[in-house]
Every structure is written in structure tokens, then in C-alpha cells.
């Protein structure tokens, strides 16, 4: 697996990889993480395509995302920790 390039946000960090024909791209904010995969094909073989993908309507579902994660294992911790 090869590390394609980064693509700059100011909250998430966002990094595109290629493995067997195949696009990972991995979004990460604080410990939790997201990874997409698509398959290198004739609309998608390089960075910019996949920059294109990342629009500001998918980005905001990420956030989303993201919080509900985030809400979820907190729920989880309280519920299972918790003296």
C-alpha cells in the first residue's frame, strides 16, 4: 500500500492510498477514523479524481459522522466504565 497524496481540510485529515488497483481513502479526526475504498477505473486513476469525490455535501456527512461516533462510544464507555 502506497500513500497516493493528502488532501487538505482544516479539521479532518484526509489520506488517499493505492493498493491492488484500489483507492483507500482514509479520513481521520482525533482517535476515530473512516476509510472508503473505490476502484481505480477509467473515471478514477488519479488524485484529482478522487479530490473531486470529496465535496463539501460528502465532507459534511463525515463530520457527522464522525460525531455520532464519537457519541456512540462515549455512550458506551459511560455505560460499560463507569462506577
Known amino acids: 500500500m502506497r500513500i497516493v497524496g493528502e488532501i ?3 479539521i479532518i485529515k484526509i489520506t488517499v492510498l493505492l493498493m491492488n488497483m484500489k483507492y483507500s481513502i482514509k479520513m481521520e479526526l482525533g482517535m476515530m477514523e473512516q476509510t472508503f475504498k473505490i476502484r481505480e477505473s477509467d ?3 488519479k488524485l484529482t479524481d ?3 469525490i470529496i465535496d463539501p455535501v460528502f465532507l459534511d456527512e463525515c463530520i457527522k459522522r464522525f460525531e455520532e ?3 456512540n462510544f462515549n455512550q458506551t464507555l459511560h455505560r460499560n466504565l463507569s462506577s
Request: charged letters at 25%.
Open 43 to 45: 473515471y478514477v486513476s
Open 50 to 52: 478522487i479530490e473531486r
Open 69 to 71: 461516533m464519537n457519541e
Open 8 to 10: 487538505a481540510h482544516p
